[in-house]
């Protein structure tokens, strides 16, 4: 019996150790966030047994945070996108580092209302349960502005109400945590060469600080928290001037971006690990330059500059 103990505690902690050399050996080489945490405080989320849905979680920073989210012991993650082919790759990958059948692939296109609630549905009957959400999926493509905002924001918001009808307690669920990807240069700050991009992550701010009110949240037990990125070096910006609204635009667009220092996409993973664990509902923060911040955005009447009386 005594061997028995001894043994299976050796198994549990050669299975940390692990794990721990694979995000170590994830994020060798590559620029790191240092985030101190005042009073240590404590994690809002278990990620013990819990189970992720990442749309765009196949490449770039979507597979970095099903990555992070493996490493931290949670029980499965659905990668959900539109490329097949580095869809499977990605799964395999991660099959391979974490263990069998800890990452599944949904072909999904967000832009589709019909096909993110079957991507939905399928993970519900995989794993029984979805107890996280990360919208990372979007396309830099002012040419087809439509396809543009109909997969940022739009496929947000799809993505979204499916979230709620799976984990709010208003419906199914027990709660949850949605992590919305906007961007700081678009969101945040005008992005000039880039107005259609800027007004789809404009969208996306205000469409997750008003589901993460303080009274949905109190109804639903669903946390919203927002992450705008900095120029990140992924393919969300190569060649991005390319596909810009026009050739004036896509000549600034080139202009602008090569003077930005660019992040890694771990970096990004890395700072939606902390807001999972301690990103209040409805917060919004940004990361840049290997740096997290979070926001503290002024109430409109603190910085509002009477003009005239009207009658």
């Not at 739009?154 to 993505?159: C, K, N, Q, R, Y």
């Not at 509902?281 to 997290?292: A, F, P, R």
């Amino acid at each position: 019996m005594i061997n028995l103990f001894w043994f299976n505690t050796l198994k549990a902690f050669r299975v940390l150790r692990i794990r721990q050399l694979l995000r170590f050996q994830h994020r060798q080489s590559q620029s790191q966030v240092k985030i101190v945490c005042p009073g240590k405080p404590k994690p809002l989320i278990d990620f013990n047994c819990k189970v992720a849905l990442i749309t765009g979680g196949s490449d770039s920073t979507g597979l970095a945070i099903a990555h992070e989210l493996l490493a931290e012991s949670v029980k499965n993650v659905a990668l959900v996108g539109n490329d097949t082919c580095r869809g499977r790759e990605a799964v395999l990958a991660l099959n391979r580092a974490y263990g069998k059948n800890k990452a599944v692939f949904i072909n999904c296109d967000v832009q589709s209302k019909v096909q993110v609630n079957d991507s939905y549905c399928k993970v519900v009957a995989e794993f029984g349960k979805i107890d996280i959400v990360i919208n990372a999926a979007g396309v830099f493509d002012g040419c087809n502005w439509e396809k543009e905002l109909m997969t940022n924001l739009v496929g947000t918001i799809h993505s979204m109400l499916e979230a709620y009808n799976v984990m709010s307690k208003e419906e199914r669920g027990s709660g949850g945590v949605i992590l919305n990807f906007s961007g700081l240069h678009g969101g945040l700050k005008p992005l000039y060469p880039a107005p259609t991009l800027s007004a789809g992550h404009h969208g996306i701010i205000g469409l997750s600080t008003s589901f993460g009110h303080e009274i949905n949240f109190k109804n639903t037990a669903v946390r919203v928290v927002t992450l705008c990125p900095g120029i990140t070096n992924t393919n969300f910006v190569k060649d991005a001037e390319k596909r810009a609204l026009n050739e004036r635009m896509g000549s600034h667009l080139h202009i602008l971006l090569r003077k930005f220092k660019r992040q890694k996409a771990s970096v990004c993973a890395q700072s939606a690990m902390h807001l999972l664990k301690h990103g209040k509902s409805g917060s919004v923060w940004v990361v840049e330059g290997s740096k997290l911040y979070s926001l503290n955005i002024p109430k409109w009447k603190e910085y509002r500059v009477l003009e005239s009386q009207l009658i």
